[in-house]
């Protein structure tokens, strides 16, 4: 076997993160070490979810551990939300493409999805509190909605000089990559 993936976390504002990523259509060996790979990386950042996206894939799979118990474990593939319901909570997100910037998010409590396991098998579920939190912040991902368009104004404006800042570290990362 080939040497094992790895991956680096996509930081704002690559624009890999704004775009919408597209359906898994093959279930197989590439899947599998693709979410493995996904799993590794999330534990390595600490993060709670890591959605395709963040690691420069335009695809739909999300990996989620709410509690860092392995039981946790979470993968959905072409997972699509059916269903947004229940009274609204506001509550402090933050993102591994942000990293050090945190803010209030305000999210309805429960989300019913469809999705697929790593095997292709479709499945139906409803997520509440932290975890329905998790999955509404990554399914954001793959649809290229970010942290810093969800969070309130008032932060916003407090994080303001960490956004310009990334957005400055970013150019220049491009343009040493050009030289
Ligand atoms: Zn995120």
């Not at 860092?68 to 591994?96: F, H, T, Y």
């Not at 290229?144 to 104004?153: H, N």
Request: hydrophobic residues 40%; charged residues 30%; glycine residues 6%.
């Amino acid at each position: 076997m080939s040497k094992s993936l790895e991956f680096e976390v996509t930081l704002y504002p690559d624009p890999v993160l704004r775009k919408p990523a597209a359906p898994v259509e093959t279930f197989g060996t590439d899947l599998k070490e693709t979410i493995e790979a996904m799993f590794a990386r999330m534990r390595e950042s600490n993060g709670v979810g890591l959605a395709a996206p963040q690691v420069g894939l335009k695809q739909r799979i999300l990996v989620v551990n709410h509690t860092g118990e392995d039981s946790d474990d979470l993968v959905l593939v072409n997972p699509e939300i059916q269903k947004l319901w229940g009274p609204r909570d506001v509550m402090e997100e933050g993102c591994l493409s942000f990293p050090g910037i945190f803010g209030e998010v305000s999210r309805p409590e429960k989300v019913k999805l469809t999705a697929q396991t790593p095997e292709g098998e479709a499945f139906e579920k409803v997520y509440e509190g932290f975890l329905s939190r998790v999955i509404q912040h990554e399914m954001d991902h793959l649809e290229g909605v970010l942290l810093v368009d969800r969070m309130s104004p008032a932060d916003k404006l407090k994080n303001k000089v960490a956004f310009e800042n990334m957005v400055h570290d970013y150019k220049d990362a491009q343009a040493k990559a050009e030289r």
